[in-house]
């Protein structure tokens, strides 16, 4: 069966040691505003992490003209082609909940590809709030 | 592998390919490095900026060997690719002395034609300031998009990428697709306040719900509504006052259910 990223918000104390993660494996540097996650910071067993859902009926992978966003059967994730991807930024601004970023250094769509089946912000979250079982 | 792979060889390595694919699709595939202008993998190719040109022969050809535009050829059993060489540096280098002259002004050009040692151009400068190689990816984008709204027109040193009779296009959505995947930046837009000034046209954009700021013209709303499927809202709110929607309907949501949270950091800590 395929495994999920889990979100525990009441565990999270907004460390964002998962921006972090994810900006490091992704763009090879530490930048909080290039990570495709999200720590939201209001407080003690407040505190909200966001990133893409991997919607099934997904409105991102509906609008594409390029057909440059698909699912990676293996892991479930809705994966960017960047090779394809024509910049046009109507993912992003379908995406209901603002999970699809436009990246102004690629000029491309960047998401959570859920690191190909080793999420990274799962690896590292020091309060087990991201879990990928 | 499967049995019906192509067999075909580049710079004396060997890999396999499937039937359809192109010399360009297998060298990207394997890193091999081929420079390229007018190509976009999500559109058809068009051999039009020539710089992808490839030297090939093959064991049965008695010696004759060609060079062929990589984005267009075919693989074929027991083709053999050579991606550099003196030759094929001559066409590129004639292909970007070409370009200088027609784009002068143009960064990109200017630093592709570096790489192949050509610092300035040996044919007459074009005296029309322009960036547009005509590589027609801005047409083929269109295209894709389902607008066809712009076109190449005219031939020989008349070609231009052009509009009907001169007019705004009637098709043109405003999308700015063109723009953005153009390689030299040679198509201009402007958005101003609610107005997006592209091809002639001033159309008037739908602001986000939430902060005001432009999203895209109306006229590309009802476009791609139509086109997904999807309900018009969904292209009214902008990526980032999305994000902080989702973000307060989840904290609403907990806040109601706080009684429940108490598998807290010390909980599990």
Known sequence: MERILTITPSRCTACRTCELACSFRHAGRGGLGISRIRAFMFGEGKNQIITCFQCDDAACVKVCPVEALTRNESTGAIEVNADRCIGCGLCSIACPFGHMTHSALSGTAVKCDLCGGEPACAAFCPTQTLEYK | ?269
Request: charge should be negative.
């Open chain 2, 1 to 269: 592998m499967s049995e019906d792979a192509i067999n075909l060889e580049i710079n004396g390595r060997f890999f396999q390919a499937q039937e359809g694919m192109t010399i360009l699709d297998v060298a990207k595939r394997e890193g091999i490095p081929i420079p390229t202008l007018c190509y976009h993998e999500a559109l058809e190719p068009a051999g039009a900026c020539r710089l992808c040109v490839v030297e090939i022969t093959h064991a049965d050809w008695k010696g004759w060997k060609g060079l062929v535009t990589a984005c267009l050829y075919p693989v074929e059993e027991g083709l053999q690719v050579t991606t550099d060489n003196e030759d094929i540096r001559t066409v590129r280098r004639t292909v970007l002395d070409l370009l200088l002259a027609r784009c002068p002004g143009s960064d990109v050009i200017q630093k592709m034609a570096a790489e192949y040692g050509v610092t300035a151009t040996s044919f007459k400068k074009n005296e029309t300031e322009t960036t547009c190689i005509l590589c027609g990816l801005c047409v083929r984008v269109c295209a894709v998009k389902g607008c066809s709204a712009i076109a190449t027109g005219g031939r020989g040193i008349e070609k231009e990428i052009s509009i009907p009779f001169g007019r705004p296009p009637p098709d043109c959505i405003g999308c700015a697709s063109c723009a953005h995947i153009c390689p030299t930046g040679a198509i201009e837009y402007e958005d101003r306040g609610d107005v997006r000034k592209i091809w002639g046209h001033s159309f008037k954009m739908v602001k986000c719900a939430s902060c005001g700021h432009p999203i895209m013209p109306e006229v590309q709303l009802d476009f791609e509504a139509e086109k997904s499927g999807l309900h018009p809202d969904y292209f009214k709110t902008c990526d980032a006052c999305s994000q902080q929607k989702t973000v307060e309907t989840i904290r609403s949501s907990f806040a109601l259910r706080a009684a429940d949270s108490r598998d807290s950091v010390e909980a599990i800590g």
